[in-house]
């Protein structure tokens, strides 16, 4: 069992930065690949970046790729999303989410087994 609990949302500028933040319980945090999704008003929960158990990491596309930047530290149970250049349409609630398939670096919400509350994240223009 994994409890994850996400901080570091708040409200932002466009252009400005955040840095979300997902503490993880239990002994077995290094096993599992993290994940990162975010979910808008009206629209359905959309993958963000996910990262390895290991290291190698995912991000859904360029424009998130150039801007957000995945990271753990296993040593403190903690997953990492640093966003950059924010922009109003990042606006959601962004969750991060766990997996205990070391196997797949997944991309569906379907595929993580444990979630956190989620955060809520608001760009205004």
């Known amino acids: 069992q994994v409890q994850l609990v996400e901080s570091g949302g708040g409200l932002v500028q466009d252009g400005g ?3 979300l933040s997902c503490a993880a319980s239990g002994r077995t945090f290094s096993s599992y690949n993290m994940g990162w999704f975010r979910q808008a008003p009206g629209k359905e929960r959309e993958f963000v970046a996910a990262i390895m158990w290991r290291g190698p990491t995912r991000y859904s596309g360029d424009s998130i ?3 957000f ?3 753990r ?3 403190k149970n903690t997953v990492y999303l640093q966003m950059n250049s924010l922009k109003p349409e990042d606006t959601a609630v962004y969750y991060c989410a766990a997996d205990y398939n070391r196997g797949r670096l997944g991309v569906q919400s379907s595929e993580y087994n444990y979630w ?3 955060t809520q994240v608001t760009v205004s223009s």
């Open 69 to 71: 930047t995945i990271s």
């Open 116 to 118: 956190g509350q989620g």
């Open 73 to 75: 530290d296993n040593a």
């Open 17 to 19: 930065s955040l840095r």
């Open 65 to 67: 790729q150039g801007r």
